[in-house]
């Protein structure tokens, strides 16, 4: 299986598997990384993927020690799912 690349140039982590491109697209501001929307395309629906996918890139996340938002659904309740990806979230008041 193909490694997440962050794709700087159109704002998100992409995920190659034969020839099909999932994506977790993103927002970037100083120290935070707000990702907005996740595409898993349907020839690869039922393959953990979009897991694959979000684990990936929250741990590129880690590496560049940004915090998260997560306003895409996906992306949230993966973090939901593995709580050691929620030091991550960012502390919003809003």
């Known amino acids: ?14 995920l190659d598997i034969d020839g099909h491109v999932a994506a977790a697209y993103y927002l970037r501001s100083p120290g935070l990384i707000t990702f907005t929307h996740t595409e898993v395309p349907k020839a690869l629906a ?14 590129h996340v880690r590496e560049q ?6 306003q895409c659904e996906f992306i949230a309740g993966y973090i939901d799912k593995h709580p050691e990806y929620a030091d991550l979230l960012a502390d919003r008041t809003d």
């Open 1 to 14: 299986m193909s490694e997440i690349v962050d794709n700087v140039a159109t704002s998100r982590f992409e």
């Open 65 to 70: 020690g940004l915090q998260v938002i997560a």
């Open 46 to 59: 039922g393959r953990g993927i979009g897991s694959k996918l979000a684990g990936g890139a929250l741990g």
